[in-house]
Nanobody
Framework: QVQLVESGGGLVQAGDSLRLSCAAS????????MGWFRQAPGKEREFVAA????????YYTDSMKGRFTISRDNAKNTVFLQMNTLTPEDTALYSC????????????????WGQGTQVTVSS
């Protein structure tokens, strides 16, 4: 069982940046692909980014490439999502997830989920 706890969300203005963190309680953190998803009210959960176990490979939704950066610190069992130039369209509940499947962009690719952290971007 892996427990994930997100933090770093909040209310910001358009153009601001935020850095989300997700702390994992597992001794095998580096064996998991970690992903970030988001879900806005009335919309389906959307893939944001993922990073391989050792951090050597990263994956992004095309619309977020260049603005969002995923990284991880395996010594601290933590994955991060740096979000720059935020817009109101980025407003959503952001959740991190852990999995070890070969695919990584669908919610069903992940076995463990955090509760999420709310990001609200005002115009």
């Amino acid at each position: 069982q892996v427990q994930l706890v997100e933090s770093g969300g909040g209310l910001v203005q358009a153009g601001d940046s935020l850095r989300l963190s997700c702390a994992a309680s597992t001794r095998t953190f580096s064996s998991y692909t970690m992903g970030w998803f988001r879900q806005a009210p009335g919309k389906e959960r959307e893939f944001v980014a993922a990073i391989s176990g050792r951090g050597g490979s990263t994956y992004y939704t095309d619309s977020m490439k260049g603005r969002f950066t995923i990284s991880r610190d395996n010594a601290k069992n933590t994955v991060f999502l740096q979000m720059n130039t935020l817009t109101p369209e980025d407003t959503a509940l952001y959740s991190c997830a852990a999995g070890n499947r070969l695919t990584r962009t669908r919610p069903r690719d992940y076995d463990y989920w955090g509760q999420g952290t709310q990001v609200t971007v005002s115009s």
